[in-house]
């Protein structure tokens, strides 16, 4: 991954994820009249998966008109959302990416059989 910003069409660097992620959890607690991450924690788990849910569907129809500036904006604003539950639930992204690098290497029908066992 590259270091910094990313240009259009390039790879940006996971930091982005990272510092996103810091700029949500800061907001906890804040004035929900002046931040919109403040107002999604001040009405609930419900509320942010409402949110996530509407997101997951408008990318959804963002890549069926198969716009890609479209889903990726859309896909921006899902993952935005993702965050703002997993600050929500207690996760950090470096669990997250422990569980992605868990299942590198598996396939993903060993990975479901595996939890079932």
């Known amino acids: ?3 910094g910003k990313a240009k ?3 790879t940006a660097n996971i930091d982005v994820v990272e510092r996103l992620f810091e700029v949500i959890e800061s907001r906890r607690g804040k004035d ?3 931040s919109h991450t403040a107002k999604l ?3 609930g788990r419900g509320k942010i998966c409402q949110k996530l849910g509407e997101e997951a569907v408008e ?3 963002a890549a069926l008109d198969e716009k890609p500036k ?3 904006r859309e896909s921006a604003d899902l993952l935005y959302h993702l965050l703002v539950l997993w600050a929500e639930v207690g996760l950090k992204p470096g669990q997250i990416w422990a569980e992605l690098e868990a299942r590198e290497g598996i396939s993903g029908i060993e990975e479901k ?3 079932k066992a």
Do not use: N, Y
């Open 41 to 43: 924690f001040s009405r």
């Open 113 to 115: 059989r595996s939890r």
């Open 70 to 72: 479209h889903v990726a």
């Open 8 to 10: 259009p069409g390039e």
């Open 32 to 34: 929900p009249e002046t």
């Open 59 to 61: 990318t959804i129809v």
């Open 1 to 3: 991954m590259s270091k």
